[in-house]
Every structure is written in structure tokens, then in C-alpha cells.
């Protein structure tokens, strides 16, 4: 039979709010881990990396969370702004290799 | 500011036809990668290519598939026999140092396999 596209996560938020993007990672032997934003029609951008001796790295409104425990990632932006409004995947890595692994992907959608 | 660009920006091809796709990498950039995204799916890695040679390839990148720098701007990926099941969005990567956040992404390639 035809195969079923996965059917992304929305996380609807108000302007000027934060957002809270999680991920669930697959490898436990990972030891860099990468956001990307994805805007409609483009290609993936990187927004912020952290690697698996840290728990918490910031960047401009932007902080990835760290639980190795549980194998769990999370993006949190502030004051997310309509320019926010993209798909966000997480994709993990050997610092040392190309071969990520990415995720499926949390659509954001910032309401008015 | 520098950007990967990628022609065409959408391909149509009937299948068993070779396909050639390509991408401009950033001009001071020696390392170079494709992914692709099938609609509605996850990005995958195919191959990351170093110093005229592939450096890493997914299971993905089997025998249909090659890359090639035929010169010191142009970094294609060619499909020699398409199946439907390769009709993706494929995207086109460089970065400077290999680093993965310092890659730029090209805006993609629609590859309709017909």
C-alpha cells in the first residue's frame, strides 16, 4: 500500500510568548545534538548545538536542554515571534561524524 | 551573505531515467553533503564528500547514486536508474571546517519520479 507520511506535532503559541520544543533521541552512545529550523520551501537552518558533556546552552533567545538520563532534548524559545512559525527538528550525532540522525520534527505555529 | 544555491528547483523524471542535480556550495567551504527529505518525513543523510572523496555515506547512498565536484564550483549528485520511491526534496550542504553547525543548506531540489 501507498506509505503514510508522518503526521508532524503542532505547538500553537501566542506572540510573544515561549515556546518549549521537546525531542526524544535514540542513541544513548550520542554525544552532539543539533536544532534546526525548517521555514516552508527552505532548507533546514542551524539555530543551536550543544554536546553531551553540558546539560543547558543559550543563545540568542534560544536555550537547548540536556537529559542524557532520559534521552531528551528540548528547545525553548522566548518571546517566540510570528518569524518563529517553522518546522523545528533535532538531529543527533558522534561529534566526530557527518551521519546525523534526525528527527521528526514539531511544526510552530505563533498565533497573533 | 553567502548562500548554496541549487538547480534545478524542481525535477521531473520518468522512472529508470538518470537524474543529475546540482549545487553551488558556498566558494570557501571544502566540505559537502546531500540529504534528502521525503514529503512529510524525516531528513536523512546520504553522503558527505571531502578532498575529491566521499567521506561518510548512509545506507541510503547504494550504487544508483554518486557524487561528483567535476569542477571548483559545481558538487552534483546523480541517480542513474530513478525509482518512484526516490522522489524526495533533496537538499545540498557545504561547510568550512566539517563542523555540523556551521553547515549551509541549500534550498533543496523536489525530485518527482514519475
Known amino acids: 500500500g501507498e506509505s503514510v507520511g508522518l503526521h508532524l506535532p503542532t505547538l500553537s503559541v501566542q506572540e510573544g510568548d515561549n515556546s518549549i520544543i521537546n525531542c526524544a533521541y535514540s542513541n544513548s552512545a550520542s554525544d552532539y545534538f543539533i536544532w534546526y529550523k525548517q521555514e516552508s520551501g527552505k532548507g533546514p537552518q542551524f539555530i543551536i548545538d550543544?554536546?553531551?558533556?553540558?546539560d543547558k546552552r543559550q543563545g540568542q533567545r534560544v536555550t537547548v536542554l540536556l537529559n542524557k538520563t532520559v534521552k531528551h532534548l528540548s528547545l525553548q524559545i522566548a518571546a517566540t515571534q510570528p518569524g518563529d512559525s517553522a518546522v523545528y527538528f533535532c538531529?543527533?550525532?558522534?561529534?566526530?561524524?557527518?551521519?546525523?540522525?534526525f528527527g521528526p520534527g514539531t511544526r510552530l505555529s505563533v498565533l497573533p | 551573505e553567502p548562500e548554496v544555491t541549487q538547480t534545478p528547483s524542481h525535477q521531473v523524471t520518468q522512472m529508470g531515467q538518470e537524474v543529475i542535480l546540482r549545487c553551488v556550495p558556498i566558494s570557501n567551504h571544502l566540505y559537502f553533503y546531500w540529504y534528502r527529505q521525503i514529503l512529510g518525513q524525516k531528513v536523512e543523510f546520504l553522503v558527505s564528500f571531502y578532498n575529491n572523496e566521499i567521506s561518510e555515506k548512509s545506507e541510503i547512498f547504494d550504487d544508483q547514486f554518486s557524487v561528483e565536484r567535476p569542477d571548483g564550483s559545481n558538487f552534483t549528485l546523480k541517480i542513474r536508474s530513478t525509482k518512484l520511491e526516490d522522489s524526495a526534496m533533496y537538499f545540498c550542504?557545504?561547510?568550512?571546517?566539517?563542523?555540523?553547525?556551521?553547515?549551509?543548506f541549500g534550498p533543496g531540489t523536489r525530485l518527482t519520479v514519475t
Open positions: 550542504a557545504s561547510s568550512e571546517t566539517g563542523g555540523a553547525y556551521e553547515q549551509y
Open positions: 550543544i554536546r553531551s558533556n553540558m
Open positions: 538531529a543527533e550525532n558522534s561529534i566526530y561524524g557527518q551521519n546525523f540522525v
